[in-house]
């Protein structure tokens, strides 16, 4: 079982994309500073926010007001609002109080979490993972040991492993950049590679399949992953349907931020993210008719010394 081969083999079959919905590649989020002086009222809830904001009542005080955007003025969720209150000379530090949400601010989380809360585990050369297969019959969880080289052996926990290949080799790995504008160029270069776009389609379809298989990926470091994040947040968020779901848990009860994206062929992908840690904690994607078409659940991954014997 290899998970490239699994990812071509479940897509749905290829359908012209339509202009107006076509994925455009982008650069990172334009960013608006709206700077305001006038004094604020006392303890007034913002109204025109999803949540409310209090102001902080002082006398003379600066306000600085901070909106992330997504593309243009049509947003499909709330950017986020920073307010920061001075004291004017005073010579005390500040307070700032942060409302935030949409799907650019919580990929942008994502990304600052994994980079400081996040290590490699183990120091072994071996990639070892577990996970449930979402649509596979009765949800079984399934060990994957991957050599440096791409090979593998792969089956049921407590099972018999089989021998397989095709995986990104431990030298891929170490050769992508942080930096998420040439981590973009090499993600797209590799998903090509791997076949996991159809001809005709958006790109960044392709780079979203190829960042869920990375993100869980225990030989991909923290700061790679920070920049597979940021990637992601710099994708036409209002292109692809981008929708912030809030909280919720994945399939094995683990609570998470949620993230829905809708990309043209009709296909919803759902990801859950440790809010705590960025770790990605389960992928999901339903067809047309909202049918289970793939995903996974994962529970553990770190680096081993050994592979364990494969059948005679």
Not at 109 to 137: C, H, M, W
Request: net charge negative; hydrophobic share 40%.
């Amino acid at each position: 079982m290899r998970d490239f081969t699994e990812i071509r083999d479940r897509r749905p079959e290829p359908q012209p994309p339509r202009d107006e919905v076509v994925l455009r590649a982008r650069e990172n989020l334009m960013h608006t500073i709206e700077t305001e002086t006038a004094p604020q009222p006392p303890a007034v809830e913002a109204t025109d926010s999803p949540a409310p904001v209090v102001r902080l009542d002082q006398r003379r005080r600066r306000i600085w007001r901070v909106v992330a955007g997504v593309g243009a003025a049509a947003c499909v969720a709330v950017a986020a609002s920073i307010f920061v209150v001075g004291d004017d000379g005073l010579g005390q530090s500040g307070q700032v109080q942060v409302l935030a949400a949409g799907p650019h601010f919580t990929l942008q989380k994502a990304a600052t979490r994994v980079a400081e809360t996040s290590y490699l585990v183990g120091a072994g050369p071996i990639r070892q993972q577990q996970f449930v297969n979402l649509t596979d019959e009765g949800q079984p969880t399934y060990d994957r040991y991957v050599r440096p080289d791409g090979t593998a052996l792969v089956g049921k926990a407590g099972g018999d492993l089989q021998e397989t290949s095709g995986y990104l080799t431990s030298a891929q790995l170490a050769e992508l950049p942080a930096d998420p504008y040439e981590l973009r160029t090499r993600m797209l270069s590799l998903s090509s590679e791997l076949g996991l776009g159809y001809p005709g389609e958006a790109p960044d379809r392709a780079l979203y399949r190829l960042a869920t298989e990375l993100l869980p990926d225990p030989g991909v470091t923290p700061e790679v992953k920070a920049g597979i994040y940021r990637v992601l947040a710099g994708l036409d968020l209002e292109a692809i349907r981008a929708r912030d779901l809030g909280v919720g848990a994945d399939r094995a009860g683990r609570t998470g931020d949620v993230l829905e994206f809708t990309f043209e062929e009709g296909y919803v992908d759902r990801l859950v993210i440790d809010p705590q840690t960025g770790a990605l904690l389960s992928t999901e994607t339903a067809d047309r008719e909202g049918q289970p078409a793939g995903g996974q659940v994962y529970v553990s991954a770190e680096m081993v010394d050994t592979m364990p014997l494969a059948p005679a």
